[in-house]
């Protein structure tokens, strides 16, 4: 039994083989940090932008990069067919000549089916979300917003820099487009505990989003989160809690929602605590585990509230 709707089965199920992600550092910069809205960013961003720094960081090219990516992915997983994913910073911020160059240069490469940009809600209007569901027609089509969490006082005390009602307004938007919207959370955060992460899987679920990343919080060099985790403000959950966690989000879930990740992945270098997200085949397999122990899956609960929620009524 499959017990939730992963993101390699999802493609696999397109486009009848493997298909790999080829993530994209095109040197955007964020309204969160340049100043437009605050010059730190969230709490927990790093230098990198949660991406890969190939740009920032070494100076590569989009050519360049998936050129690298496409051998590494080839080499790897005998993959044939990429996404392009734009994934460090903020991806629609930029002209738009500039945005429509960077994702048309992407694309034109062989093996390319599709097409991810990671932003934020407050960075599309009507210009941008139509030249990005221009590349449905060819290519399988996905926008990713970053949410977090579904609490506007989690949002302030992390720095996000817009509230959920901005989040649902972008959705919105690009579902007026036709996109594919992917929702950003992270489990974990400073002062949630457990109901305030279910009433985020529970706020997505009634949106018209259809797939979502779960990402643990972890806490790297040179960010303002690791400031407060040195002064002793902030700890990381433990891999059993988080594995708890995942499995209790993942029931609130809708069944036909694509989970695109189910932890996150730092990178070893730039990573201070916890140590066991480093593990991350190790943490899905836990998840897994669990799922079966607890003869669940995901939209479990999500069925059975729907039920008791129409019988109330």
Known sequence: MNRYRDYN????????????????DAGFNCPNRDGTISDMGCIFCDSRGSGSGAMIKHGLSIDDQIVEGIRSAGKRYKARKFIAYFQSFTNTYAPLPRLRELYT????????????????????????????????KDYLVWIEFGLQSAHDETLSRINRGHDVACFEKGVMMAMEYGLNICAHVIIGLPGENREMMMETARYISGLPIAGVKIHSLYVTRGTPLAILYEEGKYDCLNREEYVETVVDFLELLPQDMVIQRLTGDP???????PSWTLKKTETIRLINRRLEERDTWQG??????????????
């Open 9 to 24: 089965s999802y493609l696999r199920n397109i486009f009848g083989e493997r298909v790999q992600k080829i993530s994209l």
């Open 105 to 136: 240069r992407a694309l034109d490469h062989e093996g390319m089916v599709g097409l991810s940009i990671g932003t934020r809600p407050d960075c599309v209007d009507e210009d941008i979300l139509t030249l990005i569901s221009s590349f449905q």
């Open 267 to 273: 990178l070893r270098e730039d990573l201070i605590v």
């Open 300 to 313: 479990k609960r999500y069925l059975l509230e729907r039920e008791a929620d129409r019988g109330s009524r």
